[in-house]
């Protein structure tokens, strides 16, 4: 199984943190945020050599921070494109289970725990925060599977927030590099991942995966970021 970390982004909210440095490479308690993450699986039993980081803004500088063993591959559409082609060039290169992260959240070690293999694709989702516009909400069917993700959903309408991470087996590989490729064919390559998934869940809808009163959060401000620093204080090293 690969664990690729989305870290393409230029993260334009934190500037001028990231004037010369992708927002994955915003220290959080002293060091990179994407080392965090990179920590927390080693502290699951995840060897480097199965990490993948996908980058895009101020890829060198990602690359020379990334520990050696961690696998880095640059995404040459990030500057045209969403998230959805960054996920496309991780499916691309790796024929296998693949567990997608975002390299903005940081989380204590119990949400990795729930990263493991499925038979079916899943995503991990926060039922205890306060929805707003700007959360990615998530719509459960009648089964308790996940056919929606979309921020314009109604809080009343969602089951909660998806928090980042996700599953996707390499059983469904090849659709959902399918989907994403109809996608850019289709002039949707601006769309995010989430979207790929919407798609992906008309055939084969996704488990959601508790992480409620787990300590995370996403990164896209200042404000954000003081909350990590906060939350890094409270998980520390682990």
Same mark, same amino acid.
């Given at each position: 199984?690969?664990?690729?970390?989305?870290?393409?982004?230029?993260? %334009?909210?934190?500037?001028?943190?990231?004037?010369?440095?992708?927002?994955? +490479?915003?220290?959080?308690?002293?060091?990179?945020?994407?080392?965090?993450?990179?920590?927390?699986?080693?502290?699951?039993?995840?060897?480097?050599? &199965?990490?993948?980081?996908?980058?895009?803004?101020?890829?060198?500088?990602?690359?020379?921070?990334? #520990?050696?063993? =961690?696998?880095?591959?640059?995404? #040459?559409?990030?500057?045209?494109?969403?998230? =959805?082609?960054? =996920?496309?060039? /991780?499916?691309?290169?790796? &024929?296998? *289970?693949?567990?997608?992260?975002?390299?903005?959240?940081?989380?204590?070690?119990?949400?990795?725990?729930?990263?493991?293999?499925?038979?079916?694709?899943?995503?991990?989702?926060? %039922?205890? !925060? @306060?929805?707003?516009?700007?959360?990615?909400?998530?719509? +459960?069917?009648?089964? @308790? %599977?996940?056919?929606?993700?979309?921020?314009?959903?109604?809080?009343?309408? /969602?089951?909660? $927030?998806?928090?980042?991470?996700?599953?996707?087996?390499?059983?469904?590989?090849? @659709?959902?590099?399918?989907?994403? !490729?109809?996608?850019?064919? @289709?002039? $949707?390559?601006?769309?995010?991942?989430? *979207?790929?998934?919407?798609? +992906?869940?008309?055939?084969? #809808?996704? *488990? #959601?995966?508790?992480? *409620?009163?787990?300590?995370?959060?996403?990164?896209?401000?200042?404000?954000?970021? %003081?909350?990590?620093?906060?939350?890094?204080?409270?998980?520390?090293?682990?």
């Amino acid at each position: 199984m690969k664990y690729a970390i989305l870290a393409a982004g230029e993260g %334009r909210r934190l500037r001028p943190l990231t004037d010369q440095k992708p927002k994955a +490479l915003v220290p959080v308690a002293g060091k990179p945020l994407l080392y965090w993450q990179i920590e927390a699986l080693e502290r699951r039993g995840v060897r480097q050599s &199965d990490i993948i980081v996908v980058g895009g803004y101020g890829f060198e500088n990602l690359r020379k921070v990334a #520990p050696d063993g =961690v696998q880095v591959l640059y995404n #040459p559409l990030w500057n045209s494109a969403n998230n =959805v082609l960054t =996920v496309y060039f /991780a499916l691309l290169h790796y &024929d296998d *289970d693949l567990v997608v992260m975002n390299s903005d959240v940081i989380a204590e070690d119990r949400i990795f725990g729930l990263l493991r293999y499925a038979e079916y694709p899943y995503a991990v989702i926060d %039922r205890t !925060v @306060n929805l707003s516009t700007e959360e990615m909400k998530v719509k +459960l069917d009648a089964s @308790n %599977r996940i056919v929606l993700f979309s921020k314009y959903l109604s809080p009343q309408e /969602a089951v909660g $927030e998806y928090m980042g991470f996700s599953f996707i087996p390499k059983a469904l590989r090849r @659709n959902l590099l399918d989907i994403i !490729v109809h996608m850019q064919r @289709n002039g $949707e390559a601006h769309k995010w991942y989430e *979207d790929a998934f919407n798609y +992906l869940c008309q055939q084969y #809808p996704m *488990d #959601p995966v508790y992480c *409620d009163n787990m300590l995370w959060t996403e990164i896209d401000t200042h404000e954000d970021l %003081r909350k990590a620093e906060h939350i890094a204080t409270m998980i520390g090293g682990n």
